[in-house]
């Protein structure tokens, strides 16, 4: 019985084919960049304060007195969300008093922004908070939006292997990637934050899908010395382009329906991609459809300009690629040893607080000092070098320890960011983007990592749970960035405790480095720190392919 690799060997590993597959399926990950993190400009909220109509009979003087200071952040700030009850001003105009000579602007009552807000366009010409008044009382929305597109992400990643199993993976692809475009343009016509919000929801739920299917199809279909490298390297780069693009749109578009469009039409791209990208050549055998899947590797061996063989797929020979399926595993089975429940206990925890350390600094941009353009930019820039970095580190040295490593100086950096004295602003930022740099290796390494401690029967289980743990994460990463409109340093001291805090968690996990990958629940390694009892001497009769297509099923960025 010969397996796929060894019937496909003969296309080799980085043909003109693999090329094509490995950029094309890339490229389409690019989009997935700007609009995942497209709510830091839709949102943004600019500097603005109450209202006051000009029939309120008040002279200059009292107009422009008629907002209270407050201390914010250290400084003395005019209210956002307050303001002296005008008609006690317009009596006090009225008798030709002065404000803080004549009165004590201190004593006066004071009132919500009954009229409205006025809104600095010096940054945004509009967004959804200057269109629905999302400040103040109902400055929690803007925040809502956010964890309702990472709740569309949760429910999409859910759903998405089940349908790329289901329904193939360049299906599922298209069609979410369809899905993505089509509500992304509903969007720019609502009417009500109620309304984009909805919307917002259902496009994260054709990103993620869309991202999990180009990630498990390009998997199967590249070979095992180039599936490293797509994991890591070919997603996660092309999602940071997209990423790097989103600041630049933003910044020569300012009114946040066009941005919106501007954004959602480089979805269109995508639709030429089907007729050159091919179905899984695994999957199709899977269902039985071997014709179908020896045409594409006889084009493929056409594209590569190498000779096929007569007969590729033979039925009785070729191994039944769901012969490893055949027991049923249930997610009871992530609890049933001492060993693996721990494990699954530690990735779980791990895996959120990365998540929410990685898009708390995203979503955070805004509230950094200087340009929010720039800053944006700078963090999708700082990304490019945290994968590279990271796919160095996970071909030469411990998981274990680069992990830690990661997460240590992403947390502490975060850490000292309080310690910087206000007037070095460029220090602050350089901080954050350090912290970024690490958070980003260490989400990088950690679907590696993870998958490699899970066993051969459970592993799509146990890397699918730490995934939906991820979502999690991030559902609550906007609340982190919405503490910083209230307290600059709060998000870093909430995010760097969390970050080190999973660091030294991090060091109790088994090292998988240079381990094969265990098959059963007895085989795999054991966390650090605790007792076991005598473990079971069965030896491991297969060492499976570090990089197996399968772990990826459930696991998206």
């Given at each position: 019985m010969r397996d796929y690799e060894e019937v496909t060997a003969f296309l080799g590993e980085w043909g003109r084919f693999q090329r094509l597959v490995f950029f094309l399926l890339s490229a389409s990950i690019i989009p997935n960049g700007f609009n995942g993190l497209s709510i830091?400009?839709?949102?943004?909220?600019?500097?603005?304060?109450?209202?006051?109509?000009?029939?309120?009979?008040?002279?200059?003087?009292?107009?422009?007195?008629?907002?209270?200071?407050e201390l914010r952040g250290g400084v003395t700030e005019p209210s956002r969300c307050r303001r002296y009850r005008l008609a006690v001003l317009a009596n006090l105009s009225a008798l030709g008093l002065r404000p803080g000579s004549d009165v004590q602007l201190a004593e006066l009552e004071q009132e919500p922004c009954l009229d409205g807000w006025e809104y600095s366009r010096d940054v945004y010409r509009s967004t959804i908070v200057t269109e629905w008044n999302l400040v103040c009382d109902n400055d929690w929305k803007g925040p809502m939006s956010t964890s309702l597109f990472f709740v569309g992400v949760l429910l999409g990643s859910f759903i998405s292997g089940q349908l790329s199993d289901k329904f193939g993976r360049k299906n599922v692809l298209f069609s979410t990637l369809a899905m993505q475009t089509i509500f992304s343009f509903i969007q720019i016509f609502s009417t009500s934050w109620e309304m984009f919000s909805v919307f917002f929801l259902l496009v994260g739920m054709g990103q993620i899908s869309n991202y999990v299917a180009a990630f498990v199809l390009g998997t199967e279909i590249l070979g095992k010395s180039i599936r490293l490298l797509f994991c890591t390297l070919g997603v996660c780069i092309f999602y940071a382009f997209g990423y790097m693009l989103?600041?630049?749109?933003?910044y020569f578009i300012r009114d946040w329906r066009m941005l919106l469009l501007a954004l959602t039409l480089?979805?269109?791209?995508?639709?030429?991609?089907?007729?050159?990208?091919?179905?899984s050549p695994r999957w199709l055998i899977s269902q039985g459809r071997f014709q179908e899947a020896e045409d594409i590797i006889r084009k493929a061996a056409k594209i590569n300009k190498v000779t096929a063989p007569d007969v590729i797929f033979d039925p009785s020979e070729l191994q039944d690629l769901s012969s490893q399926r055949q027991q049923t595993y249930t997610i009871l089975d992530l609890m049933r040893t001492r060993n693996i429940l721990t494990i699954t206990i530690m990735s779980v925890i791990l895996w959120m607080i990365i998540s929410v350390g990685y898009f708390g600094l995203s979503l955070d941009t805004p509230n950094l000092h200087g340009d929010v353009y720039l800053n944006c930019f700078l963090s999708a820039v700082i990304e490019v070098p945290a994968y590279i970095i990271s796919w160095l580190l996970l071909r030469n040295l411990p998981r274990r320890y680069s992990m830690a490593a990661a997460l240590f100086l992403g947390g502490c950096v975060l850490l000292f960011i309080q310690l910087v004295p206000s007037h070095l602003r460029a220090l602050s930022i350089l901080l954050v983007m350090l912290g970024k740099f690490g958070i980003t290796s260490a989400f990088s390494m950690v679907y590696v990592y993870t998958a490699e401690l899970y066993p051969t029967v459970v592993r799509n289980m146990g890397v699918g749970a730490s995934s939906m743990a991820s979502r999690l994460g991030s559902?609550?990463?906007?609340?982190?960035?919405?503490?910083?409109?209230?307290d600059r340093f709060l998000p870093y001291i909430l995010m760097g405790s969390l970050t080190v805090l999973s660091g030294i968690l991090t060091l109790f996990l088994p090292?998988?480095?240079?381990?094969?990958?265990?098959?059963?629940?007895?085989?795999?390694?054991?966390?650090?720190?605790?007792?076991?009892?005598p473990a079971s001497s069965a030896k491991r009769n297969s060492k499976e392919e570090e990089e197996n297509p399968e772990i990826f099923k459930s696991t998206a960025f």
């Open positions: 830091v400009f839709l949102a943004g909220t600019p500097e603005h304060r109450c209202a006051v109509p000009p029939g309120a009979n008040l002279s200059e003087e009292w107009r422009n007195a008629s907002i209270p200071l989103l600041p630049l749109f933003a480089p979805g269109l791209l995508c639709i030429p991609l089907w007729w050159i990208i091919p179905e559902i609550l990463s906007p609340y982190f960035a919405y503490l910083g409109a209230y090292e998988s480095y240079g381990m094969p990958l265990p098959d059963t629940i007895e085989q795999m390694l054991l966390v650090k720190g605790l007792e076991y009892r």
